[in-house]
Every structure is written in structure tokens, then in C-alpha cells.
């Protein structure tokens, strides 16, 4: 099993900034299919954004397109999620996913994702 950490959340205002990071922790791994999703409190873990393995297809909530940007840095074995113009409603914790096996494209689906992280808290006040 894969360990994955994420870090780079914080507490913001609205219409600010936080660029999320995602690496795995101990045994390593490259091009997989990776997600973000997030849960606010009392709320179901819901889908952000997706990476393909080759890096070259994304996919996005609606409520986070042209908002949030989700990349990867092979050297690194990184994957971000730059997030602008934040809002109140993108409170919560994120967490990021990695799904195993040689797939294509992305998913959206949590239950499509093996391992995942403990999760970075997100805060935007208005």
C-alpha cells in the first residue's frame, strides 16, 4: 500500500490562493491516475479534480473549473492542486488519491482510488 501525503493547506480569505501538494511516503510510485477530493464537515467526500497518468487529461468538479488546476511533476513524483479564487464554499479537508493498476483516463469516483491521504484542512473565510 501506497502512502500518500498531502500538504499545503491553511486558512485563507476569499478570493485567495493555496496550492496543494501530494507525494507518496515510502514505497514510490509513477504515473498513476491521481484525484482530489474533499469533505466538509457533516458532508460526503465529494470529487475535485483528476489527473490521467500521462498527465495529459484532466477532469474537474463544475463548482472548481477555472477556479482549481491539478498537475504533476514526475522528477518530483508530485502531484498539486493549485486552487484560486477561493470560496467559503471550498472549505474542507482535501485529500488526495492514487488509483493502482496501468489505467487510462481519469476518475471520479472514490471508490476508484486504492490509496489515498490523511488529508489537508482548507479554511476560507469571508
Known amino acids: 500500500q501506497v502512502q500518500l501525503v498531502e500538504s499545503g493547506g491553511g486558512s485563507v480569505q476569499t478570493g485567495g490562493s493555496l496550492r496543494l501538494s501530494c507525494a507518496p511516503s515510502?514505497?514510490?510510485?509513477?504515473?498513476?491516475?491521481m484525484g482530489w477530493f474533499r469533505q466538509a464537515p457533516g458532508k460526503e467526500r465529494e470529487f475535485v479534480a483528476a489527473?490521467?497518468?500521462?498527465?495529459?487529461?484532466?477532469d474537474y468538479a463544475d463548482s472548481v473549473k477555472g477556479r482549481f488546476t491539478i498537475s504533476r511533476d514526475n522528477a518530483k513524483i508530485t502531484v498539486y492542486l493549485q486552487m484560486s479564487s477561493l470560496k467559503p464554499e471550498d472549505t474542507g479537508v482535501y485529500f488526495c488519491?492514487?488509483?493502482?493498476?496501468?489505467?487510462?483516463?481519469?476518475?471520479?469516483?472514490?471508490?476508484?482510488?486504492?490509496?489515498w491521504g490523511q488529508g489537508t484542512q482548507v479554511t476560507v473565510s469571508s
Open positions: 489527473l490521467s497518468r500521462s498527465g495529459r487529461i484532466t
Open positions: 488519491a492514487a488509483k493502482r493498476g496501468i489505467y487510462g483516463g481519469t476518475y471520479s469516483s472514490p471508490d476508484e482510488y486504492e490509496d
Open positions: 515510502g514505497r514510490t510510485f509513477t504515473n498513476a491516475p
